[in-house]
C-alpha cells in the first residue's frame, strides 16, 4: 500500500512538471529552442525536489518536447510539442488496456519498421542512429539517462522507416509505455546487453538487411518483454478443472532487466 501510494505521489509530480512546461509553452514564454531555468531555480520555482523535476524532464525528453544537453543544459525541441497522446491514455483507463496488451502492438509495429528503416534510412538516420547508440553505451551506469537515450534511438528508427503514420503510432504506444519502463530501468542491474542490442539493429540497419533488423528488434523487445514482465498471461487449470489466468514469471537464474 505504501509502495502505491509513493508511486502515485511520484506519478503526480512527474504530471506536474510536464503540465508545468505546457503551460509555459502554450502560452508563449517557451519557445522551440529556448533554453529552461536552471535546475536548481526550476524545481524551487514548482516547490518540488530536484529528483522529481528530473524525472519529468527525463519524460518530456522521451516524448521529444525537450533535448538535454549534458553540460550545457535543457532547450524546448524545435518543433511542435506532442501533448495529444491524453486522449490514448484516457481510453487504456476506459477499456483496460493492458500493458501485454500495448507491449504486443508495439512488437507487431516496430518489428516492421526496423525492417523499412533498413530499406529506407538516409544518411542522417545513419549518422542520429550511431550518436545514441554511442550515448546508450555511455549511459549504462545511469539507468534514467540509459532510457532517453533508448527512446530516442527507436524514435529516430521510426523516422528513417519513411512512414509517418506508422511512426506516430508507435511514438503512441512509447509515451503510454513509458512510465512502467523508467520504473523497470531503475531496478535494472546490467544493461550492457540491451545496449550491446541497440548495436546490433543499427548494424542491419546501415547494411540495409531488413530480414536481420527485423529479427534482431523482435528478439530485442522479447527479451525485454520478459525483462519488464509485460508478457500476454497465459491460463492454469485448477483442481476445479477451470482455465483460471495466469502471468509468466520469470525464473530466479533469468536475465536482468533489460529495455
Known sequence: MLRM????TD??????????????????????GDKIPPEREFARSLNISRASLRTGIGYLAAMGVMKVRHGVGTFVADGPAEFGKASFSLMGVLHGFQSWQMFEVRLIIESNLAALAAERAKEEHHTALAEEVAEIF?????????????????????????????????????SALYDKRRKTVERSTDLRESAEMHRMIYRAIRARDPVEARRLMEQHLRMAQ???????????????????????QLDKGSAPSRL
Open 5 to 8: 501510494k509513493q508511486d502515485l
Open 11 to 32: 506519478t503526480h509530480r512527474t504530471m506536474q512538471v510536464v503540465n508545468h512546461i505546457r503551460a509555459l509553452i502554450e502560452n508563449g514564454t517557451l519557445q522551440p
Open 138 to 174: 555511455a549511459s549504462i551506469d545511469s539507468p534514467s539517462d540509459f532510457l532517453i537515450h533508448d527512446v530516442l534511438f527507436h524514435r529516430i528508427l521510426s523516422q528513417a522507416s519513411g512512414n509517418p503514420i506508422l511512426a506516430a503510432l508507435m511514438e503512441t504506444i512509447t
Open 226 to 248: 520478459a525483462a519488464q514482465g509485460m508478457e500476454r498471461p497465459t491460463a492454469r487449470k485448477t483442481i476445479d478443472g477451470i482455465a483460471r489466468p495466469r502471468t509468466l
